[in-house]
């Protein structure tokens, strides 16, 4: 279930540079559309724990199947940019669930194995994210509009779906609603620890969406890059983000997550600083699939913490983190549009680093509370 998700992940970044053309706009609308994906993502991810309280995970997943499908229709459909806007707000709701509510039942039914499945399950969601900027271009090298990027994966995604229709799954027994009384909990048993990962988390996600959002352009603009090929260095970039998972889930089994995050962000942050600054075009396509291979297991890594915390909590500590790295996702691509608009491309895209090595910081800072075996 997790490859369609991610395919409409990079729908904004693969279709920005060509609905910016239809509608006649610069990078600061553009940022617009990832800003509507997200806030529906962020919307989402909070009200997991409420409706895995009153329907079954299959009653879930089925019914934001639908909703996505029905979202994705309106936005290919959409004859003003304000109206597409509404709708991929629906469907970034829908999406944010249908990511968040996998990794959440992974948490609760694998406990402390999490940091392995994670890296699977996420594997195979950017798998999907793959899917997305391949599509969009095999779609605008055929002549093709824009509103079939959309409108394929809307109808794709109901095939693909009965597997999960007809797939067992265990009942999550006592999930706690997302409260109040609930993040006390939380800040009480480990205010560090969560503090510092869904920091980590939310500057992490900013990175991550802000670099596939606006790769596109800065490749056109910066390196003269045809549109197909520089939808083949973003996928190029996923593929590496998705071969990565799965060699970060080998590892985290022989090295402790905390020392790969450290090399990880590092490594990726130094790469996201210069490689813009770089003008030799070919040292873009290499570097930012292997910005990618950096970012691989980043992500997986900081939500298998969240096994760390109380059975009943965690739930709810894995919502908080997904909202928060939706709220990352939606609020930086639409800053670093403002910088490519009014500096330029190459000091915009250089400047993801920072919420990169912020994230670092964040993971350094709860050194004591995520190194080695113990809680």
Request: hydrophobic letters at 55%; a neutral charge.
């Amino acid at each position: 279930m997790m490859v369609v998700p991610g395919i409409v992940l990079l729908l904004a970044p693969s279709t920005v540079e060509t609905i910016m053309e239809h509608f006649g706009f610069q990078e600061s609308m553009g940022g617009l559309l990832q800003v509507a994906y997200f806030a529906g993502g962020v919307v989402g991810a909070l009200l997991i724990t409420h409706v895995m309280q009153k329907f079954t995970a299959k009653e879930i997943a089925i019914s934001q199947v639908l909703l996505l499908s029905a979202s994705l229709l309106a936005t290919s459909l959409a004859p003003w940019y304000a109206l597409l806007l509404f709708f991929f707000v629906i469907a970034g709701f829908a999406n944010g669930i249908l990511i968040t509510f996998p990794g959440v039942y992974v948490t609760r039914v694998c406990g402390e194995s999490s940091h392995h499945q994670q890296s699977l399950l996420y594997g195979f969601f950017a798998l999907g994210v793959v899917m997305g900027p391949l599509l969009t271009n095999l779609i605008t090298n055929n002549g093709l509009s824009w509103r079939f990027a959309y409108a394929i994966p809307a109808l794709l995604i109901l095939p693909l779906s009965v597997p999960v229709a007809v797939a067992s799954f265990e009942r999550l027994e006592g999930v706690r609603k997302l409260s109040r009384s609930v993040i006390r909990q939380v800040l009480d048993f480990n205010r560090v620890l969560f503090t510092g990962l869904l920091l980590a988390i939310l500057l992490y996600i900013a990175a991550e969406s802000a670099t596939s959002m606006w790769l596109i352009t800065f490749l056109k603009e910066e390196h003269a890059a045809t549109l197909s090929a520089a939808h083949w260095i973003l996928t190029a970039m996923w593929v590496a983000i998705t071969v990565g998972r799965w060699i970060c889930g080998y590892l985290s089994k022989k090295t402790d997550p905390y020392l790969l995050l450290m090399v990880l962000c590092s490594v990726s942050g130094v790469l996201l600083l210069i490689t813009p600054q770089i003008g030799w075009s070919a040292s873009a396509m290499v570097l930012y699939p292997l910005i990618g291979l950096f970012f691989s297991g980043i992500y997986p890594f900081l939500i298998g913490y969240v096994a760390r915390f109380p059975p009943d909590l965690s739930p709810s500590v894995f919502t908080m983190f997904l909202a928060a790295g939706a709220a990352g996702g939606a609020v930086l691509p639409y800053f670093v549009g403002l910088v490519n608009q009014f500096f330029g491309l190459a000091w915009g895209m250089s400047s993801i680093a920072i919420p990169v090595f912020g994230a670092m910081a964040c993971v350094y800072w709860t050194r004591h509370h995520v190194s080695g075996e113990g809680n």
